[in-house]
Structures are given as structure tokens and as C-alpha cells.
């Protein structure tokens, strides 16, 4: 296992010297702050497994700078110091996050087995976090990271939904997490034993849809060998999670919303019906109100889909999230990549926090994940990451372009489309993720514009 890292903030020069020397020589990376200030800037940009922090201290308080380390990486254990303790003090301080309090002076053997304990917390759960990828697992609620209040709302309305049987949809643009939603949703509810089946619409042909999603009977139709179960009936007991759901066929849709209203199905081939119990949470990133005023959705699903309505932001709405989000993903890279990337530099921080990401949360795991693949290690610099276009532009910049002949829409979503299959290898899964479509669609306008 890697050392463990560990950050002390302390205004006092002579115990942050004491602590530093003591960790140290019990195996402990350490990096010390003179002030709360310090301490969060460190915190922001660097990976720590734990940190102590005093409570009083000049300018940033501790219980400030507590609240702004979970803030920035909600994964870190934090140990309040405090040489007047007060009972109103430390449970504020627990409330915050905190995972326990010390006492000053100090007891060296105390906070030795207080670290050991931590320590062999973190490690269990980077070993289930390790299992659950290897499972497939998504992200339970309380790990969904929540710093923007935006994310608090949307983490409160999963809590309160959970535990009713009643449907979901959510919608937001492509990348913005919105399966982790439905996941979380799963998982905090009394269905948590029973299967979690995620679907994704856009990717089953028209032809096979029915038979995927109902399951058919030996000899229905050509090739059918053996009877299926089919999706929703596999998902029986649990939660059946239809991304892009808006992407069904009118014929589907009819027959998925008899199963909503009859809690019953029947296989392609069969003449009997089959009961079922399941919940299902629905996802799109169209505006499925503008698809029902063209026909392309029935109205009538929408209302038994839209009993709760949950709204994802798109991630260049909620900027302050990125640290967060890069540390998240940095320990996730370091696990799978088996390497112990520290951090990340401040002018590379700032490189993302400015940059759209049309790609959303999803983008973002993929540029850091480019990062690895090429070899980064220590920390992550600017040279790391890819030439990031489409960020905030310059007001120098767009007046330059306002004299310039405006393109056409077509031909600006054509040029929209070149560049993004150019930037992902001609990839069409990722380039329609990034461009905020589905492969079909993006399938359908690569017909219409000859490209091949």
C-alpha cells in the first residue's frame, strides 16, 4: 500500500514540527499549513487520506477550514485538534465531518492508534470501492459528490424518493450522471437486494427492441432458440433504468406503458401473460416535452414516467464541483491504473475550471483518464491535458469574429459533427456522448451530411 498522506494545520510553528517529525517516522507522508487558508488551498489541489486541523486558529477557523476540505474532497478523514475543549465545539465539529477530536496536549500514543485506525479504514474502503467496479456497482447516494447546492438538492430529493415505488425521470444533458441518479436511487431503497437493470434505449435496433425488452418464447420467430427473459422481467422485484428513454419506438412505448399500468407483460410468441414488479426510473437528454408536441413521445407515458422529475445541471454550471470530481476520479485512476498520482497542479486546476465540457462529468473522467494513459505520474500538469477549445472565450476573441460571415446552422452542426468524430477517433459512441446525442441520432445526421 502507499504511504498514507496526511496534512496538519496548526498556526502553532513548534506542534506542526512535533507532528510532522512523529508521523513521519511512523511511515506517514506529511504536509503541513500554518493557517485554515493554507490548509484548503493544499487540500484543493493535492490528494491527503487525513487531516488534522486545529480549531483555533487566526483568519480561517478550523471548523471553517473542516467545512471546506470535506467541501473540496469529501473522501478526507478529518481529526479536529483543540487545547480548550468544549462540548458544544466538538459536536459541531463531528456534525461537520469530522471523524473524531484530540485534546491538546497531545497523546503521540493516542494519535498513533487514532491513524491506525484510519488508515485501515481507508484501506477497506478502497477495497470495496475496488470490488464494487469489478461488480459494476454504481455510486451509493451519500458518495454522489454534492458540492454545489444544486447537487445538496438533488442528493435530498434521491433520499426522499428512495424508499416509494413511484417512477423517476431524469433528465439533463449526455455525461451528467445521470444513470449514477438512478443507481443511487436503486440503492437507497428497499429494492437494494433485487436487480438494478440499466438500459440503454438508443442502442437496441428497432427490430429486436420488443423481444429485448419483453423476452420471447422458444420458436417465436427465427433464430429464437431457447426461451428469454428479456430486460423487464429481469429487472423483476428491482429497478429497471431506461436511458434515453425518449429513443423507444411509438410501438414500444404503447407496450412498455400496458406494463406500467397492468404490472403484466407477454413474451414475443406466447399467448400467456406474465406478472411483474419493478420500478422504473427513466433518463433522457432531449426536451421531452418538445418531443411530445411532435409526436415522437406519448403523452400519456410521459405522465406515468414524470411522477418525480429530477433535473441534472451540466457541469459548467456547477465549476465549484471540479476539484471535488477531479480528486474523486484521481483515486478511482490511481486504483485502476495502479499508480499514486498526488494531485493535480494549480494552472491545470484552473486549465478545467474554465474549460465547457460539452461532454459533462463524463468528458472530465475521460481527459484525466487520457492523462494515465499517456504516463502521467506525480501529479498532473497542464502538459497532461489536451488542448481544451470551448472554454470561456475572451471578449477580444468574439469581437475579432463578429465581422466574420455567420454559417448556416446545417453547416455549423456539420462542422460541429467533423470535428468531435476527429477529436475521438472517428469513436461515434464517444464523439455522440460529447456532442450531447445518441448514436442513432448521430447515425441519422451523418446520413443526411454524406459523412461517412
Known amino acids: 500500500m502507499d504511504r498514507p498522506r496526511v496534512l496538519v494545520a496548526d498556526d ?30 493544499k487540500a484543493q ?24 476540505i470535506k467541501h473540496h474532497d469529501p473522501s478526507i478523514e478529518v481529526v479536529m485538534m483543540t487545547g480548550d475543549p468544549m462540548v458544544t465545539t466538538a459536536v459541531q465539529a463531528l456534525k461537520a465531518g469530522a471523524y473524531d477530536y484530540l485534546v491538546k496536549p497531545l497523546n503521540l500514543d493516542e494519535l498513533q492508534h487514532l491513524m491506525s485506525q484510519l488508515v485501515e479504514k481507508r484501506f477497506l474502503s478502497r477495497e ?26 438533488i442528493k435530498e430529493l434521491i433520499a426522499r424518493v428512495a424508499e416509494s415505488d ?8 449526455s455525461g451528467t450522471g445521470k444513470e449514477l441518479v438512478a443507481a443511487a436511487i436503486h440503492r437507497t431503497s428497499s429494492r437494494v437486494k433485487k436487480p438494478f437493470v440499466p438500459v440503454n434505449c ?47 419506438t411509438p410501438a414500444l412505448q404503447a407496450k412498455l406503458l400496458r406494463v406500467l ?37 406519448r403523452q400519456d407515458l410521459f405522465y406515468r414516467l414524470n411522477v418525480v422529475r429530477i433535473t441534472m445541471p451540466p457541469l459548467r454550471e456547477r465549476r465549484g464541483e471540479i476539484p471535488a470530481l477531479v480528486g474523486c476520479f484521481l483515486r478511482q485512476l490511481n486504483g485502476r491504473f495502479h499508480r499514486d498520482v498526488r494531485g493535480i497542479t ?13 461532454g459533462n462529468v463524463r468528458e472530465l473522467e475521460n481527459i484525466l483518464e487520457r492523462a494515465y494513459a ?16 470551448g472554454g470561456r472565450r475572451a471578449s477580444a476573441a468574439a469581437a475579432t469574429a463578429a465581422d466574420e460571415p455567420i454559417p448556416t446552422l446545417e453547416d455549423a452542426e456539420r462542422a460541429l459533427i467533423v470535428r468531435a468524430l476527429a477529436r475521438f477517433g472517428n469513436n461515434k459512441d464517444q464523439a455522440a456522448r460529447a456532442l450531447g446525442l445518441t448514436v442513432r441520432t448521430l447515425y441519422r445526421r451523418l446520413k443526411r451530411f454524406g459523412i461517412s
Open 12 to 41: 502553532d510553528a513548534d506542534l506542526r514540527d512535533l507532528l510532522a517529525d512523529a508521523l513521519a517516522g511512523w511511515g506517514y507522508d506529511v504536509v503541513t499549513a500554518a493557517d485554515g487558508a493554507e490548509a484548503v488551498a
Open 45 to 68: 489541489h493535492q490528494l491527503f487520506d487525513v487531516a488534522l486541523v486545529d480549531i483555533w486558529m487566526p483568519g480561517m477557523d478550523g471548523l471553517r477550514t473542516l467545512e471546506e
Open 128 to 153: 470495496l470501492s475496488a470490488l464494487r467496479r469489478e461488480l459494476g456497482e454504481q455510486l451509493a447516494v451519500k458518495e454522489l459528490i454534492s458540492a454545489s447546492p444544486a447537487m445538496l438538492e
Open 166 to 173: 413511484s417512477p423517476v425521470l431524469i433528465e439533463g444533458e
Open 202 to 248: 438508443s442502442a437496441i435496433p428497432d427490430e429486436l427492441m420488443e423481444s429485448e425488452f419483453f423476452g420471447h418464447v422458444r420458436g417465436a420467430f427465427s433464430g429464437a432458440v431457447a426461451d428469454a427473459l428479456g430486460l423487464v422481467r429481469a429487472a423483476h422485484g428491482g429497478t429497471l433504468f431506461l436511458d434515453e428513454v425518449a429513443e423507444l
Open 261 to 297: 399500468q397492468e404490472k403484466e407483460l407477454r413474451p414475443v410468441g406466447s399467448s400467456k401473460t406474465q406478472t411483474v414488479d419493478i420500478r422504473v426510473v427513466a433518463a433522457t437528454n432531449r426536451n421531452i416535452e418538445a418531443a411530445i408536441a411532435t409526436g415522437d413521445f
Open 346 to 358: 494549480p494552472e491545470a486546476l484552473a486549465a478545467l475550471q474554465t474549460y465547457d465540457f460539452p
Open 374 to 389: 499517456l504516463g502521467a505520474r506525480g501529479e498532473i500538469t497542464l502538459a497532461d491535458l489536451p488542448p481544451l477549445a
